[in-house]
């Protein structure tokens, strides 16, 4: 209950801080703090008047019962539940309509006050396009907030701002006087149908169990939100992108010309060269992580006593617990260099010692290898504790049986643990693998940013994650190809990591030897 | 039954290749030994390279200047007046002690130069100075103040084997320096902006207070709301549902969400939150919505399995004693999953202060000089503090990202031991 008013709450602080933020990031005036505060402390009582008459309802519906207990014939025994559950039910029914309808409000009122505004707009101004009519709004509520424009404001915003404060003021109050009657009015609906026969507990049951009904569904909620918000942006890309240049495209540059005879602005949306990359990244981080990992995990299921594995275990999972901002520091400031450092003295050492070699090639200080190898450091633990899961997963009678045969303890491992902990290994490897494709800061930080179509790790690749972030930081306009694009390589991202997944947890199903 | 020849031929082909056999053995083991090592090389190499880099962050260089606080020089004729007093020139004050410690500085260039030993906040230190001590105008003192990143990463490399950074320093500058240092006029000092300031362009006076705070508000949204949502559908799948088609589809779901790249979470906060709830950018809220809907998979499923080992005696006792089952939930089943769902809050909490990538994409990635006071005050988390200082060019920001790193690695390790302590402190065997 008090989760709901706190998100209640802060919805509408946020809300009505929201306008002044977004199109001023100025320290905000003295007085614009103050009438925000103003704002803020109506929400704020409301809220807390709302949880006020609650509780007494809670009170008073508990109350009634008891009354109802003592004055009929003795004693709760005749109540149908405890008095908790009729307290309860009255607070119910008088907490969640008036709370949702705040919440509705809120979320409603913004979009309901703007079509209100642009219809007292004169014509000429509300007949103009979407995107100057929203400027046009902006203006006309920093005025109402009073932010004082460079210029005199014409006089058709100056009383389209004070119409603005009006209509803020009577949403509010009028959402205020609404949510408050609405609350009493069902708080005592339900007080009076309290009786002795009335089945309380099961009804507040019920509401429990719909309550924790719709928190578990927040999850297909979050599911069906990505694939919504990714979707229909992607759409709109499609529209001015056909999917197969999107797709099959070679070159990536997707810097749209505003002028016709800009130079550089090509708006190329081939993503090839990003998929390329990625992989590149990918498998860099896959041949340092699959091999030390599930050797590692060999060695601590197999081989090591209980002591060193339970000091061993957890220091190796601590590599996963570090931050990946903080291996793209590394990568960045101290792998990169040093690579392209020792790489460059060898093949300078090369040239000088064998000439007829002549190696002509050049080691980008972003190249993909840094981020891959370290990308591959964070990705041990993850391959090593899978693994480690399904080898002891395998019956000790399979061991026993291959030792008693005459093989060594790596003949058995290699011919008999392995082959039957195959399909989690592999599983686990493509958990990796998907874990490798989404990862994000680290080739931020260590990756480039062009968009080389190349297998060479020593250049500088980049990835569908960093366009993702280069794309969409800082301000931007949801309407050009270019920020839409970022949505379709998410679509990408999106589709590739649940296809992996899920071949991943199919293998583990379909393959796993049933040993019992 | 095989003949004794044939025998006697078996153990000697098993004899012969027994060395062999043994080889392959050591081998694989060693394989396995140098996986483990080169891991927790890897592992030392991050914590000393971090470590090495950023120790020196903790302190930083002040310089001692002769300077006169005399209320002319500082333009102030009323001394009762605060606002004189806030308003004064104290710069210029520091710049003349530069000039008359230098005197044979001469050239508008050089003069410039000079004045940028000290950093451009030295001013507000000796404001705040006089402002509690009002009684210092119009004396001569030596004060310590601050100096400028430049010099101060000069005189911490210094005494390096690599010899000092130099920079972008010409001889003069090095020169000028020396001669402070042999005077004993410049000092390390423990570095109190670090943990006092929010961000800023000058690396002496960036600190980490703004991105703390940030990342305290928007961990507190998150665990407000992923914590009881969290252990609502826990109970709810774990108690109440039915084993059927929509019960497997929300499983699917939780499943396959624990799995997306949290960068996709973000595009989701950005599609849905900024775009179409048109909630302002870079606050800790909308932050804590997308973390919140980031954790969730975690901390169901840890919870899931914190109620799964409550054993099934416990609630069959209670309805046994006429127990309803919400009260079977709420006074017996919770409590004693409390320790296991704790465990797996924190460290899904530890998940979410460390994420960045979701958190860039719903602009918390601005430049913000303020500590946010509220959860719906502009702000940056500390990871996302450490990406923005990586990508400054001042050679000063890298011992300070390294130092913002450590210190978030402080956080996260105190995180972690506190889930392995709460575990084994609490966790009941049945």
């Known amino acids: 209950m008090f989760l709901g008013l706190l998100v209640c709450f802060e919805i509408r602080q946020t809300l009505t801080e929201g306008f002044a933020k977004r199109t001023q990031r100025l320290p905000k005036s003295s007085d614009d703090n103050q009438e925000n505060f103003w704002r803020i402390m109506d929400t704020s009582t409301l809220i807390a008047t709302l949880a006020l008459l609650i509780a007494a309802a809670y009170v008073m519906g508990r109350g009634r019962s008891m009354e109802l207990a003592d004055t009929s014939q003795g004693g709760f025994r005749n109540l149908n539940s405890l008095p908790f559950y009729y307290g309860m039910l009255t607070a119910l029914w008088c907490g969640i309509p008036s709370l949702f309808l705040v919440g509705v409000w809120m979320t409603m009122d913004t979009s309901v006050i703007d079509m209100l505004l642009i219809k007292q707009l004169p014509e000429e101004v509300a007949a103009m396009p979407k995107s100057e009519l929203g400027l046009v709004l902006n203006t006309i509520k920093n005025l109402a907030e009073g932010n004082m424009l460079g210029s005199a404001p014409e006089p058709y915003m100056a009383q389209a701002a004070d119409s603005l404060k009006r209509l803020t003021q009577t949403s509010q109050m009028a959402m205020t006087v609404l949510a408050i009657c609405l609350g009493m009015l069902l708080a005592v609906f339900s007080w009076f149908r309290i009786s002795p026969e009335q089945k309380a507990r099961l009804q507040v049951e019920g509401a429990f169990k719909a309550i924790l009904l719709a928190c578990s569904c927040l999850a297909i909620l979050t599911t069906v939100g990505i694939v919504f918000s990714v979707i229909f942006e992607s759409m709109r890309f499609f529209q001015s992108v056909p999917v197969s240049e999107f797709v099959f495209g070679l070159h990536w540059s997707p810097q749209m010309a505003i002028r016709a005879d800009q130079v550089g602005g090509s708006g190329a949306f081939g993503a090839i060269p990003l998929f390329v990359g990625t992989l590149l990244i990918s ?76 190696i002509q090639m050049s080691i980008s200080s972003e190249s993909a290898l840094a981020a891959g190898l370290v990308m591959g450091v964070m990705i041990i633990p993850f391959v090593s504790s899978l693994s480690d899961d399904v080898i002891n997963a395998v019956p000790q009678s399979l061991r026993d049986g291959s030792l008693g045969l005459g093989s060594t303890q790596s003949e058995t491992i290699k011919q008999v643990v392995i082959p039957a902990a195959l399909p989690g290994i592999v599983g686990g490897v493509l958990l990796a693998a998907s874990r490798a494709i989404g990862e994000t800061m680290i080739v931020v930080m260590a990756a480039g940013l062009a968009a080389n179509l190349t297998a060479n790790p020593m250049e500088s690749v980049t990835t569908v994650t960093v366009q993702i972030v280069t794309l969409l930081v800082g301000d931007q306009e949801f309407d050009s190809p270019k920020t839409l694009s970022a949505f379709a390589l998410g679509l990408m991202l999106f589709i590739v990591t649940l296809a992996l997944n899920y071949l991943a947890l199919h293998v583990v199903r379909k393959y796993r030897e049933q040993y019992d | 039954m095989a003949s004794a020849p044939e025998n006697q031929k078996t153990i000697e082909l098993v004899n012969q290749n027994l060395a062999k056999r043994y080889r392959a053995e050591k081998r694989f083991r060693a394989y396995g030994i140098a996986s483990i090592g080169f891991g927790l090389l890897c592992l030392l190499f991050l914590f000393t390279d971090i470590i090495g880099k950023g120790h020196t962050a903790f302190l930083t260089t002040y310089v001692k200047l002769n300077v006169e606080l005399s209320t002319d020089a500082l333009d102030i004729y009323d001394v009762n007046d605060p606002q004189q007093i806030a308003g004064a020139d104290y710069q210029g004050v520091l710049k003349k002690a530069l000039r008359e410690r230098f005197p044979e500085v001469t050239g508008r ?163 849905i939150f900024i775009n179409f709830f048109e909630m302002p950018r870079s606050i800790p809220l909308v932050g804590g919505f997308v973390l919140t809907l980031m954790t969730l998979p975690t901390i169901i499923i840890s919870s899931r399995a914190a109620i799964k080992a409550v054993p099934p005696s416990i609630r069959e006792a209670a309805m046994g004693i006429g127990a309803s089952k919400m009260q079977v939930i709420l006074h017996h089943v919770l409590p004693l999953a409390m320790p296991g769902m704790l465990t797996g809050a924190i460290i899904g909490m530890a998940q979410a202060l460390g994420e960045t990538a979701p958190l860039l994409m719903i602009g918390m990635v601005a430049f913000i000089v303020d500590v946010p006071g509220s959860i719906s005050d502009p702000s940056t988390v500390l990871p996302v503090q450490i990406f923005l200082w990586s990508d400054s060019p001042e050679r000063a920001f890298v011992e300070k990202t390294s130092a913002a790193i450590m210190v978030l690695l402080g956080f996260l390790i105190i995180m972690n031991t506190l889930a392995v302590w709460l575990r084994k402190r609490l966790e009941r065997r049945w």
């Open chain 1, 283 to 358: 498998v860099i981080a896959l041949i340092v992580a699959v091999p030390t990992g599930l050797m590692a995990a060999i060695y601590l299921s197999e081989y090591a006593t209980a002591k060193v594995r339970s000091i061993v275990k957890p220091m190796l999972e601590v590599l996963a617990g570090i931050p990946t901002v903080v291996y793209g520091f590394f990568a960045a400031l101290t792998v990169a260099p040093l690579i392209k450092d020792s790489g460059t003295s060898a093949i300078d050492f090369l040239n000088i010692q064998f000439e007829f070699l002549n």
């Open chain 2, 109 to 271: 260039r050089d003069k410039r130069a000079l004045y940028g030993i000290v950093s451009s906040g030295a001013g507000f230190e000796i404001r705040t100075l006089i402002e509690q001590q009002p009684e210092l105008l119009n004396t001569t003192l030596d004060l310590w103040v601050l100096a400028d990143d430049d010099y101060d990463t000069y005189y911490k490399s210094r005494s390096s084997d690599e010899g000092a950074y130099t920079g972008r320093f010409n001889e003069k500058q090095i020169s000028w320096i020396e001669t402070l240092i042999a005077d004993g006029a410049v000092e390390k000092r423990l570095n109190t902006t670090f943990f006092n300031a929010g961000d800023s362009r000058e690396p002496e006076q960036a600190g980490i207070r703004g991105a703390i705070m940030g990342s305290l508000f928007t961990l507190l949204v998150t665990l407000a709301l992923s914590f009881p949502i969290g252990v609502a559908s826990a109970v709810y799948l774990e108690e109440y549902a039915k084993k059927n088609k929509f019960t497997d589809f929300i499983e699917v779901n939780i499943n396959n969400l624990a799995a997306v790249p949290s960068i996709i979470f973000g595009l989701l906060g950005l599609a």
